[in-house]
């Protein structure tokens, strides 16, 4: 009785110590601040994107603020985490899992979480959709997100090892954004949503959790290029948002260590935590 209400078995640890964390769309805004909330918790991380260059250099910064900020967590642990850079089309199946498959090897660990940030949007009237596009976004959005999980799973599931799987999802997968036409992107990500739902229920077995994280309208620089110059558009959308603004990506680190965490969310899987500052009560 002592041990169960002991405070490390009653207050969850944010701690990722020993851990290897694969982020996809690695170059990105939102993986931009995850990249360093994980490093801070201890986590080895590895950046995915297509542009090697650009994620390199997403990594050298990662690795630069680790050095400088380490002194904020050198009370927990005097290791200064490992940040890799990495190229690869996630809508390639063969080219995921030998990607993968190198990163544990080049960390000597096997990586038992995975954020999937990659993916896009793009805007099309439903009528005059082009089938090309309508294939390649549902490639990477949609199958994309299948490969990184069925390539991140296999080694663990092979070394009776748990994990945690964050797809990014959004609140498009479950409402109709307006104005913007987007009805390949609603789709993608309503499929991402019951993805995570089956691959929960597949692999509780063998200790995966798997869980979507959907953001509503974030502040990234990409977006920020979006609005700029349509006042119209970023009134559109903040006026359907019960907080009247858009989020910063640093609000989903909470909610994104809240899943990762071993302790803080054990008996969470197959859930998708919507973050959307309200949007989807109107």
């Not at 982020?23 to 805004?29: F, N, V």
């Not at 990594?59 to 900020?69: I, Q, T």
């Not at 509780?204 to 502040?219: D, F, Q, W």
């Not at 119209?232 to 009247?244: G, L, N, T, Y």
């Amino acid at each position: 009785m002592t041990d169960y209400y002991s405070y490390e078995n009653i207050v969850p640890s944010f701690r990722l110590d020993g851990r290897l964390a694969i982020i996809t769309g690695g170059s990105g805004g939102l993986a931009s601040v995850i990249s360093r909330a994980l490093v801070a918790q201890g986590a080895d991380v590895a950046l995915v994107d297509v542009n090697l260059e650009r994620t390199q250099a997403a990594a050298k910064e990662v690795n630069a603020w680790a050095v400088e900020n380490q002194k904020h967590w050198a009370s927990t642990s005097s290791y200064i985490p490992k940040v890799s850079a990495w190229s690869c089309n996630i809508g390639d199946a063969i080219n995921v899992e030998t990607t993968f498959l190198a990163i544990n090897t080049e960390h000597d660990n096997i990586a038992d979480l995975l954020i999937n940030t990659a993916g896009y949007c793009e805007n099309f009237a439903a009528e005059d959709y082009p089938p090309t596009n309508a294939e390649a976004i549902m490639k990477v959005n949609g199958l994309g997100s299948f490969y990184v999980s069925q390539a991140f799973a296999k080694p663990l599931i092979l070394n009776n090892k748990k994990g945690s799987i964050i797809l990014i999802g959004s609140m498009s997968g479950t409402i109709v954004n307006d104005p913007q036409p987007q009805c390949m992107y609603n789709m993608s990500k309503a499929g991402v949503i019951h993805l995570v739902r089956s691959l929960a229920c597949e692999w509780a077995k063998y200790n995966i959790r798997v869980n979507t994280l959907s953001p509503g309208y974030i502040l990234t620089p990409l977006t920020r290029n979006v609005i700029s110059g349509h006042t119209e558009m970023k009134d559109a959308w903040e006026s359907k948002i019960p907080m009247k603004r858009m989020a910063e990506p640093k609000e989903f680190v909470g909610s994104i260590l809240y899943l990762a965490s071993d302790s803080a969310s054990s008996y969470t899987t197959g859930h998708n935590l919507v973050v959307d500052g309200g949007y989807e009560c109107w």
